[in-house]
């Protein structure tokens, strides 16, 4: 399942990420955004919408019945298929973000050099650019694919009985029978699979190295077939620059099917990403005892139930307040953790940086059992401190992450003038680092807040009595069609919009701000 589910996702994600990098500034920034919503959107409430679609009585079924073209309902839900388009869609964005950022930094200037030397367009996208997007291939297949190992959540309300995978198995060994021994063994596996895909494509991520000795690694054709190959493009060589000044100048009509086709298959991609959560908002305001899409009547029901029933808003209370802790550990920590990592050498880094990131690198399983029998030892199973520990060990990385890549943009000479005009560290970082990174710091809290408020995995396995809104839904979805659960999907989906809008002012308002702050240093 994991393999297939990566494939797809490189084989949807790579002309996308062409594309979107081919765009123009604005309509490339629109879509990028676009892609981020769905990402930061809850794992539970795109499985959700993809339940309230491909059910008995779910959206494609009631149309193709209204429509009379079947009479009973098509088992589009409860197999392997199933699974495979909710794990791809909720995977899609993981892989086309690193593309994205590859992609960006390629020179296209090459594929131009290479085009002037007489190869055709898709000689130069293979020969030239498609090595140099190898890394973000690498690290983007490595990420989907080790996530896709520890999914629960998706294979156990799409797929079927024999689509349940091990990540599945261990999570009921630890709710039921607690078979340390078996529990151990299955995490190990999985470790072990991770770990070995991760130790041969995912420690070059930078791609510095993957192309050294490519052009010696290949096999060298027959010296006769070379000759004759060599001399044959000699022998062309005067028409074939002929044609090339003819065709130097010539407008490029043909282009327009191509670009046609390109918007279409974006246009169908982002189609494929944010439907879902479309239908389920639009259904969440129906009147009805059901759902229905589009609603007959109009109305806030849903909405008043979530808030009316405390079994619903006392646990979205449960997980705010959880967040809010965890954000804030988490962001203390990972920016402290940022900060002694850039300034430690880089076998070091590397090392202590692989370290930080394998919470949210290996399957979230893996972590959950690890975190469950550490904290089953200190007696902290079943309580808000072993939850908000649990939360925190993923948030940090988060963090990590994103404050370290702000602090390298930093130049360091600002550090060093601040302390030649003698203020100490910790001025010094409060009056030049931190505003400086503070967009990052809020950023990272924000990632840190939504990866505690999503959490369902390590919930289920350490949370005990305590319920949150993650495990609240998930009740709900295996045991009934509550339709709040619609109202409570559509508030999650709202929020991705709502972080994303919080950090693009955060971002604008700080920029002259902490420019601001820095000639005050004289004083």
């Not at 069609?481 to 604008?508: F, K, N, Q």
Request: hydrophobic share 55%; proline share 5%.
């Amino acid at each position: 399942v994991s393999v297939v589910a990566t494939a797809t996702c490189l084989i949807l994600a790579y002309p996308t990420a062409y594309l979107i990098v081919a765009a123009s500034t604005r309509v490339r920034m629109v879509l990028i955004v676009l892609v981020f919503i769905p990402y930061l959107t809850s794992l539970l409430a795109r499985t959700y919408a993809w339940v309230v679609i491909l059910g008995d009585r779910g959206l494609i079924n009631a149309l193709l019945i209204e429509s009379g073209l079947i009479t009973s309902p098509l088992p589009l839900i409860y197999n392997r298929m199933a699974v495979y388009i909710g794990m791809v869609h909720i995977m899609l964005p993981l892989m086309i973000l690193p593309l994205i950022s590859v992609m960006q930094r390629i020179d296209r200037s090459l594929t131009a050099a290479a085009c002037s030397m007489g190869a055709r367009p898709f000689a130069a996208f293979w020969r030239v650019f498609v090595p140099l997007t190898l890394p973000g291939v690498r690290s983007g297949g490595v990420l989907v694919f080790v996530l896709c190992l520890g999914f629960y959540i998706t294979p156990q309300a799409l797929g079927g009985l024999r689509d349940a995978m091990l990540s599945t198995f261990i999570a009921d060994q630890v709710a039921s029978a607690l078979n340390v021994g078996a529990i151990a063994a299955s995490a190990f596996i999985l470790l072990s699979i991770a770990i070995a895909v991760v130790s041969m494509f995912g420690l070059d991520i930078a791609g510095k190295h993957a192309f050294a000795g490519q052009r010696n690694s290949r096999s060298r054709p027959p010296l006769v077939i070379g000759t004759a190959t060599r001399y044959l493009s000699e022998s062309f060589i005067g028409y074939r620059s002929r044609l090339w000044k003819a065709k130097l100048y010539r407008a490029r009509g043909e282009s327009r099917w191509r670009n046609a086709t390109g918007v279409l298959f974006v246009a169908l991609i982002m189609f494929y990403l944010l439907f879902p959560s479309l239908v389920v908002i639009i259904m969440s305001f129906g009147a009805g005892s059901v759902l229905e899409f589009p609603p007959s009547s109009l109305s806030l029901r849903w909405y008043r139930s979530f808030f009316d029933d405390l079994s619903w808003s006392g646990t979205a209370w449960n997980s705010v307040q959880i967040g809010v802790v965890v954000a804030i550990l988490s962001t203390i920590a990972g920016t402290l953790a940022a900060c002694g990592l850039s300034r430690s050498s880089p076998q070091v880094r590397s090392s202590l940086t692989m370290a930080i990131l394998a919470p949210i690198t290996f399957p979230v399983i893996i972590v959950g059992v690890a975190t469950y029998l550490g904290l089953a030892k200190v007696g902290l199973i079943g309580t808000k401190t072993g939850l908000i520990l649990a939360h925190s060990i993923g948030s940090i990385a988060f963090v990590t992450v994103i404050v370290s890549a702000a602090l390298v943009n930093i130049d360091r000479r600002l550090e060093q003038a601040a302390m030649s005009m003698r203020a100490g560290p910790l001025r010094t970082f409060t009056r030049v680092t931190l505003p400086l990174i503070r967009p990052a710091i809020l950023g990272g809290a924000v990632f840190a807040f939504i990866h505690s408020f999503d959490e369902v995995v390590l919930s289920s396995l350490v949370g005990g009595s305590i319920r949150t809104l993650p495990l609240r839904m998930w009740e709900s979805m295996r045991n009934e069609m509550d339709p709040t659960i619609a109202a409570v999907t559509s508030l999650l989906m709202v929020l991705p919009v709502l972080w994303l809008t919080a950090l693009y002012v955060t971002w604008w308002k700080s920029r002259p701000k902490a420019q601001s702050e820095l000639p005050d240093l004289r004083a």
